[in-house]
């Protein structure tokens, strides 16, 4: 029989529900960091409790240094990066996932290029080997056949993209927020006609101008310590060189003159209203608060947009408020997907008056709290992982990287807890309060299917040997009212994760009104005892 399982994640019962924010845990990632001689950073944090080590190399290089006519070419060279090197040519991957290496990938930004893995402690040798021979040693292996190969399949993800819906926005989003000039003014993915137009010339310059020893931060979290991380480090990367000296710009923020609204149709479902202002970077303490105002207006079901858009009018079907981080200029962006059928016009009116409301109010006390627990519990479960992208590696990268300081996070946090309704409704004001770009997406025509270049007549595809996978020991009880508790312990992070299962599913239905039984969880959310569903979502909410 089928059994219906309720996921009670929102019952982190973790010591940040909003009435206990005050004795928070501190988060504490401790590390320790040094400078080798060719001006490679480096930050380790040591982690024992699985014999393995993240490995994470950040370059301080994104689509921002792209000079007109090389847009793309950032995300390009990524892909160029993991054809092997002039010592290990082949596929980057085949050795790590020879030792079980997981978390593997690159990743192209506005400001950086990243490469990440996490291996087993007896790999950590091959991985810092790999990464510094494909750093130090890479345009022996970059011809022209694997440059045009891999041109193709960045095309190929370009076309990908621009195929979903609402796909196309971004291009337009991007020359709207930022002018002409701007470093931010194109995509990552960048434009057809420069990728075609990039050669190997531009391989070289590119590889030589940024993938420097000095533009590099190297992050090594887990079954390590500082003495060995210097060890191996000096071993592997000495011999790199620093690179050029680069001019780093630190600031960017453009402010219009006057609003300035676009249409555009696409292949899409409904409209959609996008509405975005240029707001300060992702180091600055004003962009903390614009953090805490976005997930007051809209974070879940409560949060003032939803509410009143998707939940109390029933205008909209989705409503998502936040804050895109970049280094010279964040992205302010309210995004409202609307019901078939629904007036744009009401709907634009109701972003004007809410947004009024908070210029003229702030948030309230109870708003702020949760925004500060949501944020916090988030802080919180990120660092359960040591790597993959979003894990204590990635933390500390981007603290090195954004603000010279590994432990930034700490200072973040600090500045969103002490906020208080006066702080978030000054830098509203101070930014969300300027003129803006909007953009409403239309749809059109039908919907078609896209070619596939799976061949099907080969078969499933294989699948390799899955690892050993290691559990906590599970503790069984039996409460008075018979009620089977499971309990598994764990100490990563300060946060309980409850699951309620229910020995009835679809099988139940039988010889009843089919559907019953998933109507009936549908309505575990929709209130509860006393509370109605606002009041039980505001609750679970609060508890992070």
Do not use: C
Not at 125 to 149: N, P, T, Y
Not at 363 to 385: C, D, F, H, W, Y
Not at 509 to 517: M, R, Y
């Amino acid at each position: 029989m089928k059994r219906t399982t309720t996921l009670l994640a929102g019952l982190s019962a973790s010591l940040l529900a909003t009435t206990a924010l005050a004795q928070m845990p501190d988060i504490d990632v401790s590390y320790d960091s040094f400078t080798m001689p060719n001006g490679l950073r480096v930050v380790v944090h040591e982690d024992r409790k699985a014999p393995i080590v993240a490995v994470s190399m950040w370059y301080g290089v994104g689509s921002k240094d792209e000079p007109e006519g090389k847009t793309g070419f950032a995300h390009l060279f990524e892909h160029l990066m993991f054809n092997g090197s002039e010592n290990a040519p082949g596929e980057f991957f085949d050795p790590f996932e020879k030792v079980g290496a997981t978390g593997m990938n690159g990743t192209t930004w506005l400001d950086r290029t990243n490469y990440f893995e996490t291996v087993p402690t007896p790999a950590l040798d091959m991985a810092l080997w790999m990464e510094s021979d494909r750093m130090g040693h890479l345009l022996g292996v970059i011809d022209q056949k694997v440059l045009d190969e891999q041109r193709g399949v960045v095309q190929n993800e370009k076309r990908q993209g621009d195929n979903n819906p609402y796909g196309m926005a971004q291009y337009r989003l991007q020359y709207g927020v930022f002018p002409k000039g701007h470093p931010y003014n194109h995509s990552t993915i960048g434009s057809m006609a420069d990728l075609d137009a990039a050669s190997l010339e531009d391989v070289k310059s590119w590889f030589n101008q940024y993938y420097g020893a000095a533009n590099t931060i190297l992050v090594l979290a887990g079954d390590i310590d500082t003495a060995t991380a210097k060890q191996k480090v000096a071993k592997y990367f000495s011999d790199i060189k620093a690179g050029p000296s680069l001019p780093h710009m630190k600031s960017w923020v453009p402010v219009k003159n006057e609003t300035i609204r676009e249409v555009m149709t696409d292949q899409v479902p409904q409209a959609r209203i996008y509405r975005q202002w240029a707001v300060p970077g992702r180091t600055t303490q004003d962009k903390a608060m614009l953090d805490l105002a976005a997930s007051v207006l809209g974070s879940g079901k409560n949060s003032r947009f939803y509410k009143e858009l998707v939940y109390d009018r029933e205008i909209a079907t989705n409503v998502s408020v936040n804050v895109q981080a970049h280094a010279l200029a964040s992205i302010f962006s309210i995004t409202v997907t609307a019901k078939k059928g629904a007036d744009l016009t009401e709907i634009e009116t109701a972003i004007d008056r809410i947004t009024a409301e908070f210029f003229a109010k702030g948030p309230t006390r109870s708003e702020l709290a949760r925004a500060k627990t949501k944020i916090n519990a988030s802080a919180v479960r990120g660092l359960e992982s040591i790597g993959g992208f979003g894990g204590k590696a990635v933390t500390l990268a981007q603290g090195a990287l954004y603000a010279g300081d590994p432990g930034f996070y700490k200072t973040r946090l600090k500045w969103l807890n002490e906020a208080d309704s006066k702080s978030v409704q000054y830098a509203f004001r101070q930014w969300v309060g300027k003129p803006y770009y909007q953009l409403q997406v239309l749809p059109f025509g039908a919907y078609k299917t896209a070619k596939s270049d799976v061949d099907r007549s080969t078969g499933i595809p294989a699948v390799g040997e899955l690892p050993d996978l290691t559990f906590p020991t599970v503790q069984e009880a039996t409460l008075d009212n018979g009620l089977k508790l499971v309990f598994a312990e764990r100490h990563a992070v300060p946060v309980v994760e409850i699951a309620l299962q229910f020995d009835a599913g679809y099988g139940a239905d039988q010889g009843n009104k089919l559907g019953t039984s998933s109507f009936a969880m549908s309505l575990l959310d929709e209130g509860a005892g006393k509370l109605s569903a606002l009041e039980l979502s505001g609750e679970l909410e609060s508890l992070g």
